[in-house]
C-alpha cells in the first residue's frame, strides 16, 4: 500500500515482483532504515539523523582494491604515431515499445507508449526520432545513429557499454529487454555488418 502512494499501482507491483528480495536486503542497511523512507516521502514525522557522508563513502569503499599506479609512460615523440578513430556509444536506453504520436508525460517512469493513450496537447505527442520528456529513444533514431557511424565517421574501433534497455523498471525482463533488443539489431542490415564494414570494408 505504502508503495502504491509513492508511485503508480501498476509501476509498483511490477517494481515488487522483480525486485522485493533486493528492496528487502537494503532495507536490512543501517543507513537505508524503513523509518527513514517513511520520512523521506513525507509519510511518517521526520526525526533529527546525523548523517556523516564521508563516514558512508568510505564504509562503502573499504573493500575496494588499492589500485596500482599507471605503468605507462607516453613516448617521447608522438610525431609519427599511429593514431585510431574510436567512437564510444553508451546508455542509449532503447524502447523497443515507443510509440510515435502518444502521451510523452505521464505519471509513470517511462512515456511515449500506446498505453498511455494520445493527449489533446499536440506539444505532449511522442515525436517521431524521440521527445525530450520522460521517454527513451525508439529504435529508428539508434539505426540511423548506427548508419551516421558506418558511413560518414568511419571509426576503427567501436566501442559499445552499457546501459541499453529501457526505463521501464517495472517490466523488465531478459526475454524483453536484452535478448528483444539484440535480436532487432541483428535484424537490422546496418547492425548486423557493422563490425565486418568497419574493420574489412574501410578504405
Excluded at 48 to 55: A, R, T
Excluded at 60 to 70: A, F, T, V
Excluded at 116 to 132: F, T
Aim: hydrophobic share 35%; proline share 5%; aromatic share 8%.
Amino acid at each position: 500500500n505504502v508503495c502504491r502512494i509513492i508511485v503508480n499501482p501498476l509501476v509498483c507491483e511490477g517494481i515488487l515482483d522483480d525486485y522485493f528480495y533486493i528492496l528487502m536486503q537494503s532495507l536490512t542497511i543501517k543507513n537505508l532504515r524503513p523509518k527513514d523512507i517513511c520520512a523521506h516521502y513525507f509519510l511518517c514525522p521526520r526525526d533529527k539523523i546525523e548523517f556523516d557522508i564521508e563516514k558512508f563513502a568510505q564504509d562503502i569503499l573499504k573493500d575496494k582494491p588499492k589500485q596500482k599506479p599507471s605503468e605507462y609512460k607516453s613516448p617521447k615523440n608522438n610525431v609519427n604515431r599511429e593514431t585510431y578513430k574510436v567512437v564510444h556509444i553508451s546508455d542509449l536506453h532503447i524502447d523497443m515499445q515507443y510509440a510515435e504520436g502518444y502521451n510523452s508525460l505521464c505519471k509513470k517512469p517511462l512515456c511515449c507508449r500506446q498505453e498511455e493513450g494520445i493527449p489533446e496537447d499536440q506539444n505532449m505527442r511522442a515525436g517521431h526520432w524521440g521527445s525530450l520528456t520522460l521517454c527513451d529513444v525508439p529504435l529508428r533514431t539508434v539505426e540511423k545513429m548506427l548508419e551516421q557511424i558506418a558511413y560518414d565517421i568511419k571509426p576503427d574501433i567501436l566501442l559499445w557499454t552499457g546501459d541499453n534497455i529501457a526505463h521501464d523498471v517495472w517490466q523488465q525482463y531478459q526475454h524483453n529487454q536484452t535478448l528483444s533488443l539484440i535480436t532487432h539489431l541483428r535484424a537490422h542490415e546496418t547492425g548486423r555488418n557493422l563490425v565486418c564494414r568497419l574493420l574489412l570494408e574501410k578504405k
